[in-house]
């Protein structure tokens, strides 16, 4: 089996490089492979061509290859909650959760993620125009690691800003280039963006019809992947240290424990009819698609 992530060097899809590095596939019994596919719509579209099997990404982002919901279905969350950080260069002066400075500026962001960016700024209150959302200079190929990519590309002033994970804003704020504006997981931006998205593991309806047994057991190793750091944190500098450059397996640890109270497997009927609502405005869906038709239902008792 594989499973890819659209970005590796994060604390997004931890729990899922987690799983793969501490042993929790295999302790249920799965053959598992990790590996970096990136932008996300070539993530989910690598899984529909069957080159891989699993997709740790961002839920909506499945709609770039399974269009509406037709083929693939969440099993299980990663992390509660849309996750990414909206970071604007310091010397701007920017405050928490002001917009507004936001206005003729260059921001970057991934592809479908940028979605996020766009509609949590058209719902407080920015008009369609007033940002430059861009892709960020560097980011290129399906190896490449977003978030390192976008705050260096900050830190070399070749963007005002950025829309990506806690790494990438905690290495903004470290070397003093960045202010964190949005912080989406907390509930910082406007009403109802929590739902547009989250981390989440998703597969195909073929491989669920064709092996249940080992489906159920890639949603337990991620349940006991996210069990195992809270119970212990500090597991995740052992698998920084495995995968991440020595700097960034240094600020792992403080990551994930930021991230513990989101760590819950379960999908919620909520927050399926959130992302459909923000999918229809971004327009990459057309219908309402039902709970079931969005998440395997089947796999539930194992959350």
Known sequence: MKIAVPDLISNSYFPAVAAAELGMFKAEGVDMTLELLFPVDKTYEAMRDHEIDFVAGSAHSALAAFPEWKGAKLICAQAQHMYWFLVVRSDLKPKRGDLTILKGKRIGAAPWVDM?????????????????IM????????????????????IDGKIDGFW??????????????GTVVVDARRGEGPAGCINYTMSSIATTDELIARDPAQVAAVVRAIVRTQKALCDNPSLAEEVGKK?????????????IRRDLPY??????????????????NVGILKGDPKYNEVVATQFRNEW
């Open 116 to 132: 996020g960016l766009q509609q949590l700024l058209l719902a407080g209150g920015m008009k369609a125009g007033d940002v430059e």
């Open 135 to 154: 892709p960020v200079p560097g980011a290129v190929g399906k190896s490449v690691n977003f978030g390192l990519t976008a705050a260096q590309a900050l």
């Open 164 to 177: 990506a994970n806690g790494m990438a804003a905690e290495i903004a704020v470290e070397a003093g280039a």
């Open 243 to 255: 995968v991440f450059p020595a700097h960034e397996a240094g600020l792992i640890t403080n990551l």
């Open 263 to 280: 760590y819950r497997p379960e999908i919620t009927e909520e927050f399926v009819k959130g992302m459909n609502a923000f999918s229809r």
